[in-house]
C-alpha cells in the first residue's frame, strides 16, 4: 500500500532522474559542438554564461519575483492571524520563518522562493487570506514550507539555469553553422557532415526536450511538496479543501508570466486541465484533481 512516505520517495527519485538527463544532454550538446568546429571557443562561451545565469538566478531571484508580482511585506501588526500559522507552521517543520508576503489580487494562489530557508519568502493573494478557512490555508502554507524546506528553490533554480544553458548553446550553434561557422577536418568531409547535421538536428530538438523536462520536474516537485505539507499539518484534508476551491477559482493571475508560473501552487493561467494531452505535456503543474485524488489517498 503506497503511502506519504513512498510518494515522496519516488518522486525524489524521479526529478533527480531527470536532472541527470538534463545534464547528459548537456554534455552531449557540448561534445558534438565542440567536435563540430573544431574549437573550444562555444564551450567557453557557453561555461561563462552559465555561470553567470546561476549567480544572478541564486542571488536575485526572490527580489526578482516579488517585483514581477508586485508583492508587498506584511508583518505581525498587519494580520497577526496569518502570521501566527506561518509561525506555527515553521516551528513545527523546524524551519526559520520566512519574510511574508501580500499579492494584491482576488484570485486564490500562492508560491514560496529564496536560495536557502534562511532567505525564503513566503507570498500568498488576498483572495486566498480572505476565501479560505483556517485549516485550508494552513494546508497552502505547509505546502509552500515544504517547498522550502525540501530545497526545491535550489532544484528549480538548477533546473532554470540549465534550460536556459541548452537554449542559448543551441541558438549560438545555429548561428554559427548558417553564418560563418566552419567545421573541421576538411580531410574528412563526411564525418564532418555527418556531426554537422547531427549537430543541427541537436540544435532545434534540445531546447524542446530541456523545457519538457524543466515542467515534468516542476510537475513532480508540486506532488512531493503536497504530500509533505500534508505531512507537516496531519492533515492532507485542509489542502485538498483548499486545491478544489483554488480549481473553482476562474480569476487568472494579473501579474504571473511564464518565467515564474511554475513557482504558485497553482497554475495562474486558468483552463490548463481542460486542453488536449499534446498541450497538457507543457503544463508547469499536475491536473489539481490528479493532486486531490493522491492527497485523499494518503495514509498518514
Known amino acids: 500500500m503506497k503511502t506519504l512516505y513512498t510518494h515522496k520517495d519516488a518522486n525524489i527519485r524521479k526529478t533527480w532522474f531527470l536532472i541527470t538527463l538534463f545534464l547528459i544532454i548537456t554534455i552531449a550538446i557540448g561534445w558534438v559542438f565542440s567536435y563540430a568546429f573544431g574549437t573550444p571557443l562555444i564551450l ?109 528553490m535550489l532544484v528549480s533554480t538548477v533546473v532554470v539555469v540549465l534550460v536556459g544553458f541548452i537554449i542559448i548553446l543551441s541558438d549560438f550553434f545555429v548561428r554559427w553553422s548558417f553564418f560563418g561557422g566552419k567545421s573541421h577536418k576538411r580531410e574528412n568531409g563526411n564525418a564532418a557532415a555527418i556531426m554537422m547535421l547531427i549537430g543541427i538536428f541537436l540544435a532545434i530538438l534540445a531546447p524542446i526536450m530541456a523545457k519538457l523536462i524543466q515542467l515534468a520536474v516542476s510537475r513532480k516537485r508540486e506532488f512531493l511538496a503536497d504530500a509533505s505539507g500534508a505531512l507537516l499539518t496531519r492533515y492532507p484534508e485542509g489542502l485538498a479543501s483548499a486545491l478544489e476551491k483554488i480549481s473553482q477559482d476562474e480569476m487568472p493571475m494579473r501579474h504571473a508570466g511564464n518565467a515564474i508560473a511554475h513557482l504558485f501552487i497553482a497554475s495562474p493561467f486558468k483552463g490548463e486541465e481542460k486542453k488536449s494531452w499534446f498541450t497538457r505535456l507543457f503544463m508547469t503543474h499536475p491536473p489539481i484533481n490528479e493532486r486531490i485524488k493522491v492527497l485523499r489517498g494518503l495514509k498518514i
Open 44 to 152: 567557453y562561451i557557453a561555461v561563462f554564461i552559465s555561470i553567470l545565469m546561476s549567480f544572478l538566478s541564486y542571488w536575485h531571484s526572490d527580489k526578482i519575483v516579488l517585483a514581477m508580482t508586485h508583492a508587498k511585506p506584511i508583518g505581525f501588526q498587519e494580520n497577526p492571524e496569518f502570521y501566527r500559522i506561518v509561525e506555527n507552521l515553521c516551528i513545527t517543520a523546524g524551519l526559520p520563518i520566512p519574510k511574508i508576503y501580500i499579492i494584491n489580487t482576488p484570485a486564490l494562489n500562492a508560491f514560496a522562493t529564496g536560495r536557502n530557508p534562511k532567505h525564503a519568502v513566503v507570498a500568498v493573494t488576498e483572495g486566498l487570506l480572505n476565501r479560505l478557512d483556517r485549516s485550508e490555508l494552513e494546508g497552502v502554507i505547509a505546502h509552500e514550507l515544504s517547498h522550502i524546506g525540501n530545497r526545491d
